[in-house]
Nanobody, 120 residues
Framework: VQLQASGGGLVQTGGSLRASCAAS????????MAWYRQAPGKDREFVAA????????RYADSVKGRFTISRDNAKNTVSLQMNSLKPDDTAVYYC??????????????WGQGTLVTVSS
């Protein structure tokens, strides 16, 4: 399995970014996908998850209403649209494949991460 994340960058508070993750090496449409993030000096934390069909989606409370996870099973991609960004959203964002829909079991495979920096 290979996961290639892209789309990070530098944005001002209140701005938007879209992170994407391209997957290969597994039957993408059957796999739950998730985004996690890790801020400097902190543990990796859950951000959003989506089931293989796209019918079930979960968000961390901290991003609910601002972030949207989506997937395109025809293109083997999962995306994270991030709006109304805050400095606290600054982190390396990782896409993950596998795990349970409620993420009590985290993803088995991880991408390399993409850095999102939000300036105040």
């Amino acid at each position: 399995v290979q996961l290639q994340a892209s789309g990070g960058g530098l944005v001002q508070t209140g701005g938007s970014l879209r992170a994407s993750c391209a997957a290969s090496g597994h039957t993408f449409s059957s796999m739950n996908m998730a985004w996690y993030r890790q801020a400097p000096g902190k543990d990796r934390e859950f951000v959003a998850a989506i089931t293989g069909s796209g019918q079930n989606i979960r968000y961390a409370d901290s991003v609910k209403g601002r972030f949207t996870i989506s997937r395109d099973n025809a293109k083997n991609t999962v995306s994270l649209q991030m709006n109304s960004l805050k400095p606290d959203d600054t982190a390396v964002y990782y896409c993950g494949m596998g795990g349970t829909p409620d993420q009590t079991l985290p993803p088995r495979w991880w991408g390399q991460g993409t850095l999102v920096t939000v300036s105040s």
